[in-house]
């Protein structure tokens, strides 16, 4: 353990391929699921400005908000997938 910091230096050189297996998985793991709070954060975002408008004091959203935010996500959920299929579609072209 590193004395000034608290952590633990790992050297990878001295993991057997298993264990860089693992830590390689293991990182490519983390990475995917930052970048889905990542997306989720931005649409989040995206959708809050979007259908927004007034200051939440009740709690919950008007239903004209509430309309509005579901058709957000709805419609990015959409578009992803639509994405998605032809992108797959490309690779299956190839």
Known sequence: MDGST???QL???KLNAADRREVTQFIANEAQKSNIQSTVHHLA???????VTGKVS???LD???ETCTQ?????WMDANLAVLKH???LR???
């Open 87 to 89: 992108l797959e579609m």
């Open 92 to 94: 299956g072209g190839q």
């Open 58 to 60: 009740s709690g919950r």
């Open 71 to 75: 058709n957000c996500v709805d419609r």
């Open 11 to 13: 050297d990878p050189s």
């Open 63 to 65: 239903r004209s908000e």
């Open 45 to 51: 975002d995206v959708c809050w400005k979007k259908c």
């Open 6 to 8: 608290g952590q633990f």
